[in-house]
Structure formats: structure tokens, C-alpha cells
């Protein structure tokens, strides 16, 4: 298949998600978002690029991947809420735990159970500036997707809040 017809037939099924789907395909249209595939550990499902283009787990997904898969699309939109944050608050503990609920709360809404014990706790964390709350997170992402996912060499707060944390410890 073509990639732009494949990459519409993805947006469009995206698009079918409710407002968060329709939000992130038109924040990844107006951006001209390049979305492939390349293989990465698989403890990754996708990932964004500081170019601001997605990548898919060749590992998981190709052009072959049913167009209707929850997932690819629930990642879809994980990935479009990074590049929505900004580099700074994307590489954080706080930007990740963000996206993950996004993510598994489409997923949850749609499936009506979440795919792992460790995503349902997640996802009574509260979202904020709360370092035992996002030292749980990563935690619980770690449990979810294996050791070898290093949320826990991200700060837990964007860097430029993680700064004024260890200089102020406030």
C-alpha cells in the first residue's frame, strides 16, 4: 500500500477515537507529521523524533497492521500528546505519565477494562508536580513494558522545573 493512502486510512481511523483522536490528527496534520516505522527495543510501541515525526515499533506494527488496531492508534495519539508537550515536558516522568493515561483511557473507554494491573493503577495516579507520585509512575510503566522502557532515566519534572526543584527544593 501507498504510504500516504495508508497514513490517511491511519488518520482516519484515529479520528474515530472521539475528540482526542480528532485533536491529535489535526494538530499532526497542521504540523505535516511524518509517521514510518523503525525497529527499537521492544519495550517501545512508537516514539517521537526531535524532528517532530513518529516512529512504529517495526517490531509490532508495518503496513500490514490492521488498519483498526486499538493500539496503533492509541499510540498514535500517545505520540502526537509528546510532540504537543514540547521537547522539555516530553522528556519527563510528569509528560510521559500525561501521555500514558491519555493513551489507556481511550483504550479503557473502548475496551472497558485496561490491558495490565499496573495500567489500572497508573491510572489513579493524579497528574502533577508530585515526586512520590511520578517515582510511582515510572514504576508502574516499567512494570507494564519491562526494565528495558528507562523512564527512569528521564527527570521526573520537565527539566527546566527539575532545575528549580534540586536548587530550590521546592
Not at 512508537?46 to 506494527?61: D, P
Not at 500528546?81 to 473507554?109: C, K, N, P
Request: with cysteine.
Amino acid at each position: 500500500m501507498e504510504h500516504q493512502v495508508w497514513k490517511e486510512n491511519l488518520f482516519e481511523a484515529v479520528n474515530q477515537l472521539g475528540e482526542e483522536g480528532r485533536s491529535a490528527v489535526e494538530f499532526l496534520r497542521k504540523r505535516r507529521t511524518r509517521i514510518g516505522f523503525q525497529r527499537v527495543r521492544p519495550s517501545i510501541g512508537a516514539f517521537w523524533t526531535v524532528f517532530g515525526n513518529i516512529r512504529l515499533n517495526s517490531c509490532y506494527y508495518t503496513y500490514d497492521t490492521p488498519i483498526d488496531d486499538l493500539r496503533i492508534k492509541t499510540l498514535v495519539i500517545h505520540e502526537a500528546r509528546h510532540l504537543q508537550q514540547g521537547l522539555v515536558t516530553a522528556l519527563s516522568v510528569y509528560g510521559e505519565l500525561d501521555a500514558w493515561q491519555l493513551e489507556f483511557g481511550i483504550y479503557h473507554r473502548i475496551k472497558g477494562k485496561y490491558p495490565h494491573p499496573a495500567i489500572a493503577e497508573l491510572m489513579t495516579l493524579p497528574l502533577g508536580y508530585d515526586r512520590v507520585v511520578l517515582k510511582k509512575a515510572a514504576c508502574l510503566m516499567q512494570a507494564y513494558a519491562g526494565k528495558g522502557y528507562r523512564v527512569d532515566l528521564l527527570p521526573l519534572f520537565p527539566l527546566t522545573r527539575e532545575i528549580r526543584y534540586w536548587v530550590t527544593r521546592q
